[in-house]
């Protein structure tokens, strides 16, 4: 009898005790959440706002009583945001795809083949990721404007990404994972290297070209200061660069701004939530390289 | 491996090699002889020495500049600390914890001048955290954040670990993640308390990636730009409050055409992330030898 009720006391101790820690959790786990979610939700809201909800009162307005397009109807109205969207996409899509495939050409030997320099070239290839960028784009600039001529073109914001010394790196962990057996078959099949690279290993290591993808993907999308000194024509305007020139227009009018930063940042958390796995694995996967 | 073969490697290799041999290589190379210029990239560059350098020596707002580089460096163990302890706290198994894990992730891919550009909106005189502030009485007047100069590089210290922090917190959870059950178990019967588990047990358990956000994230504090940029609208901030060196190489090469004086900053802000770098290889090669 006793130590039945002792029992049941224990249960209902742990059952408390557990309740209390899960309480605390989700406080803890919620609280971070408003810090890092609300800035976003403010930001939609106001971008919302009519011209007689106030931005800030006492006590703050956080819905607004008078909701409207009008804030992005101005925006689109302004600046050519449909330009800034194509660009964004044209340089985003082109550099991901060519990067991904100049940076899996040059893994392949890496990994897989013998030649001489083979340690120089790779040690010299993995040495230039401390180069910062600003410093390379000095003669970066000096060059687009008197060699390449393609200043204030797309072209300038493509071409000096075409590869990546991280990208390399981790395409070369990806095929050298791949047994040798694999590609002596193919080898006596027959099939020259380009077709071996081509129909057998880069099948076998799809998800590391995904995770190649997705970091290229993000960090163009996100890119800004060499697009910023590149492109100056409206038109020719990535998405980032286009919304700095929008806060320029907009500098009063913190309706229109939030309106541009809502619009700018929409399509990758779309593109987040629906691929929110292989985001989440992709950027940080690269760190086990 | 057949002699056939012998040309086949530097043609794969080609194509990068080319890319990176035009937009690092060559750039090094002239960045190190630009920087012995006085080049205004409209005339030809004009030979005079060291006096960039020495210019450099002699001038207040490059110093300024370094100093607040040096600065921003503490964004690095706050990072590590915060994205560790809420590591913690996501590695359990809870209903709706993946989706607490995905919101975190969220400022990781916003991109940072859209929510630069966002936080200047927030902390504007007429923002929300004036809003917030004046209705918790905590402030009586709005507080004109943004353009008083001690503000300037905390907010901009805070934006970067706001924008980060999903990011290395996902880096401890894997880490957290491949360490096993039966440490922490034989840390309980040792008599730790559940905190006391995680300092003995996590915390050298995490060194490897440790080492790796110490690195990563100390040389993009080294090359903040685009926080400086939102937030003082691309002026620095008041009194240079804000500016940083790469800031300040981005408006002597991009805004004052001193491409010469810029490059000296370069090469100066390369030797400081070589030294950076070797006393972060250090650290990573000890961190993996524990594991």
């Known amino acids: ?289 | 491996m057949n002699k056939k073969t012998s040309l086949t490697p530097y043609l794969f290799l080609m194509p990068a090699l080319i890319v990176i041999a035009v937009f690092v290589l060559y750039p090094i190379g002239a960045v190190v002889y630009y920087s012995f210029t006085q080049y205004n990239i409209v005339t030809p560059p004009v030979w005079v020495g060291l006096r960039n350098y020495q210019q450099l020596l002699h001038d207040t707002v490059f110093w300024q500049a370094l100093k607040h580089s040096f600065i921003y460096l503490l964004v690095t163990p706050i990072l590590i600390c915060l994205s560790i302890l809420l590591a913690i706290v996501v590695n359990r198994k809870i209903p709706g914890i993946s989706a607490f894990r995905a919101l975190y992730f969220v400022p990781v891919v916003s991109g940072s001048i859209a929510v630069g550009i966002a936080w200047r909106l927030m902390w504007d005189r007429n923002g929300l955290i004036n809003g917030l502030l004046l209705s918790a009485n905590m402030i009586k007047e709005p507080v004109q954040w943004l353009a008083e100069p001690a503000y300037t590089l905390p907010i901009a210290m805070a934006l970067t670990v706001w924008l980060g922090l999903g990011y290395y917190m996902m880096i401890f959870l894997a880490g957290l993640q491949n360490i096993p059950e039966e440490l922490y178990d034989a840390a309980l019967i040792d008599g730790c308390n559940s905190w006391q588990k995680h300092w003995y047990v996590s915390v050298p358990g995490l060194r490897p990636q440790i080492a790796f956000v110490a690195v990563i994230s100390s040389l993009a504090a080294l090359q903040v730009f685009n926080e400086i940029f939102t937030l003082t609208g691309g002026l620095g901030g008041i009194l240079n409050s804000g500016v940083t060196m790469v800031f300040y190489l981005w408006r002597k090469a991009f805004r004052l055409n001193q491409a010469g004086m810029a490059s000296a900053i370069a090469m100066i802000l390369l030797a400081i992330t070589l030294i950076f770098s070797i006393l972060n290889m250090r650290l990573l090669e000890r961190g993996t030898e524990q594991e």
């Open chain 1, 1 to 289: 009898m006793n130590n039945d009720q002792s029992l049941i006391r224990d249960r209902y101790v742990s059952f408390l005790r557990r309740l209390v820690g899960n309480i605390l959790l989700y406080s803890v786990l919620l609280s971070v959440a408003v810090i890092t979610v609300f800035p976003f939700i403010w930001i939609l809201f106001t971008s919302f706002k009519g011209p007689n909800d106030p931005i800030v009162s006492i006590p703050p307005q956080l819905i607004p009583h008078d909701p409207t397009f009008a804030n992005y109807t101005r925006v689109w109205s302004q600046l050519p945001i449909g330009h800034f969207y194509l660009n964004s996409i044209a340089v985003s899509f082109g550099i991901v795809i060519l990067n991904t495939l100049f940076s899996a050409l040059a893994a392949y030997p890496l990994a897989k083949m013998k030649f001489r320099g083979r340690e120089a070239i790779f040690y010299s290839l993995l040495a230039t990721f401390i180069v910062p960028p600003v410093l390379t784009s000095i003669p970066s600039f000096i060059l687009a404007v008197k060699v390449f001529h393609y200043y204030d073109q797309l072209l300038s914001v493509i071409f000096p990404y075409l590869t990546g010394v991280i990208n390399i790196f981790l395409l070369r962990q990806a095929f050298k994972s791949v047994p040798d057996d694999l590609i002596d078959a193919g080898r006596i099949d027959g099939a020259n290297e380009l077709r071996i690279w081509w129909s057998i290993l880069l099948p076998v290591v799809r998800p590391s070209l995904a995770t190649v993808a997705i970091i290229t993907f993000v960090e163009q999308w996100n890119n800004f200061f060499w697009p910023s000194l590149m492109l100056h024509t409206d038109e020719h305007m990535t998405l980032q660069v286009g919304l700095v020139a929008l806060q320029g227009a907009f500098l009063n009018d913190a309706r229109g701004i939030a309106a541009g930063v809502v619009m700018t940042i929409v399509p990758m958390i779309i593109f987040f939530v629906a691929l929110q796995r292989q985001f989440i694995q992709g950027l940080t996967g690269a760190v086990k390289g």
